[in-house]
């Protein structure tokens, strides 16, 4: 085992602090990362806040990309000296979406089975089954996915979660193709990836909506066609019109609000997708959405859960793209901060001010 500096969120709504933590050595199936670089995503926020559970305390952090240090008995996935961005989706090959061939939905994902503790020995949940706001962490070798060594780290990292999420909602779960009209409500992280999957699938028009001027820029940059300041345009009407009127076939909600997805509701055509890729907290409910409409809109309602990725399949595709200057993933790295930087990281965040801060280690 070693000790490495880490943030962990310890208690409900309290800033999150910079301890020393104790990672065992890999067990079989596991691998111990150095990690290199890890973006701070919404999700970590959620956690902080309780809003995700009450495992409390989190190590928190879980878009990463490091140099595995060292794997356990058994392992072959990956060696020593592999650089390897870190995923939240080790299919488990069994589990009922498995066997059926849809892994992107396993039910069983793997993880470290050992605990990362604090010095008094109290176990951490890590974030996503990550924790990667440390200077190392244990997770279990099939959450590493290898890819091209010369990558940018705090660029690929971002796969790992937000940017993943994003592409993924947008042409895996949205089935987002050339010539489909697509609309993104919310453009941080994750809906400005939305918007670059969109682009890079060929989609047209895009249409970026936030109440944000700023990340409407940068949703211009990756390819939205059109941009709608929600903040001051009704959002539907916006899309209606910029659709002929019709709605898009495809609207991304990446927010997690119940008024944002009912905006997605209405934005899209009839028989179109709407996909829910924003988090919404336990609490959350819609208000009176009449079920005529459900019915008489047609089309689907979907949920995206990590893009519904692959990672295995992914990560090294659209990490050759980006070095192939197809993907811009540097456009979402808005700064690169200090592990000890994470509380500020996560007011900026709240101000708008950033897509991603990355914890360079
Ligand atoms: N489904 C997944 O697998 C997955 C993965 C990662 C993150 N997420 C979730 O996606 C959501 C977005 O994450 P992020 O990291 O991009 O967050 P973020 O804070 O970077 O972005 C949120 C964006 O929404 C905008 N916004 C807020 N209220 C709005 C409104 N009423 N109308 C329009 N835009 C509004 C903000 O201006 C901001 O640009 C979070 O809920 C996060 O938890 C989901
Ligand atoms: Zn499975
Ligand atoms: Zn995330």
């Given at each position: 085992m070693q000790q490495v500096k880490a943030v962990i969120a310890r208690a409900e709504g309290a800033p999150v602090e910079i301890v020393t933590i104790t990672v065992p050595d890999p067990g079989p199936g596991e691998a111990v990362v150095r990690v290199q670089a890890c973006g701070v995503c919404h999700t970590d926020l959620h956690y902080r806040e309780g809003g995700i559970n009450d495992e409390f305390p989190f190590l928190l952090g879980h878009e990463a990309s490091g140099i595995v240090e060292a794997v356990g008995p058994g392992v072959t996935e990956v060696e020593p000296g592999d650089f390897v961005v870190l995923n939240w989706r080790a299919v488990c090959g069994q589990c009922r979406a498995c066997r059926r061939a849809?892994?992107?939905?396993?039910?069983?994902t793997h993880n470290a089975k050992q605990k990362m503790t604090l010095e008094d020995g109290t176990e951490l949940t890590p974030a996503?089954?990550?924790?990667?706001?440390?200077e190392k962490t244990l997770v279990a070798a099939g959450q590493c996915t290898k890819v091209?060594?010369?990558?940018?780290p705090a660029a690929v990292g971002l796969l790992g979660c937000g940017v993943m999420a994003g592409i993924g909602a947008a042409v895996n779960t949205g089935g987002v193709t050339r010539g489909k009209s697509v609309a993104v409500i919310g453009c941080g992280g994750v809906g400005a990836a939305a918007i670059a999957g969109s682009a890079l699938a060929g989609a047209n028009p895009i249409i970026a909506v936030d109440i944000d001027a700023k990340k409407l820029a940068t949703a211009t940059r990756l390819g939205a066609t059109h941009t709608v300041d929600s903040s001051a345009t009704d959002p539907v009407a916006a899309i209606q019109e910029l659709t002929g009127g019709f709605g898009a076939d495809v609207v991304i909600e990446a927010v997690g609000r119940p008024e944002t997805w009912k905006q997605a509701f209405y934005a899209r055509d009839l028989a179109g997708t709407v996909v829910l890729v924003g988090v919404p907290t336990p609490q959350m409910r819609i208000p009176d959405l009449p079920l005529i409409d459900v019915f008489g809109r047609g089309g689907a309602l979907k949920s995206s859960w990590y893009g519904d990725c692959l990672p295995s399949r992914d990560f090294p595709m659209l990490v050759d793209l980006y070095q192939r200057g197809k993907?811009?993933?540097?456009?979402?790295?808005?700064e690169e901060i200090a592990l000890t930087d994470v509380e500020a990281a996560f007011n900026r965040m709240q101000r708008g001010e950033v897509l991603r801060s990355v914890v360079i280690l």
């Open positions: 849809e892994p992107w939905y396993c039910f069983n996503l089954g990550i924790g990667a706001f440390a091209d060594p010369s990558a940018r993907l811009d993933l540097d456009v979402f790295v808005s």
